[in-house]
């Protein structure tokens, strides 16, 4: 909150949400009820983020909760992508390569729908209005 930068990796992306992947539950369902969460740092208000996410699968899980947990954004940051956030708000995404990706997800409001955004390197998403600039 005082400006000081942070990072993180692997389980350290994870820890950055106030509701924290553990890692544990059933993943060949889309249901947030079967994903184990914890008490994550909470640096990044209003997000839940998830680690490795398109190289190992993990789609179900961070769609589940997405579903489950409506008001927040999910943030799927795959396995050589990098995510920079300023202010809380302003993400930009780094990668070598075009397949280094981070995913948005967010659910809407009374549906089973999900939207998702493809974030590629060099693309930057406002957070708070859950859009890409």
Avoid: C, W
Avoid at 15 to 26: R, W
């Amino acid at each position: 909150r005082s400006g000081t930068a942070f990072a993180g990796t692997s389980a350290g992306t994870a820890v950055m949400s106030a509701l924290m992947l553990t890692g544990a539950g059933d993943f060949s369902v889309i249901d947030g009820s079967t994903v184990g969460v914890r008490g994550g740092l909470g640096l990044l208000p209003g997000v839940i983020t998830d680690q490795h996410f398109i190289v190992r699968q993990r789609e179900n899980r961070l769609f589940g909760l997405m579903l489950r947990h409506r008001d927040l954004l999910g943030l799927g940051v795959d396995e050589d992508a990098a995510l920079a956030v300023r202010d809380d708000r302003f993400a930009e995404v780094f990668g070598d390569a075009p397949t280094d990706m981070v995913v948005a997800v967010q659910a809407e409001a009374r549906s089973d729908r999900l939207v998702l955004d493809l974030l590629r390197p060099g693309q930057k998403y406002d957070l708070r209005l859950r859009r890409r600039l």
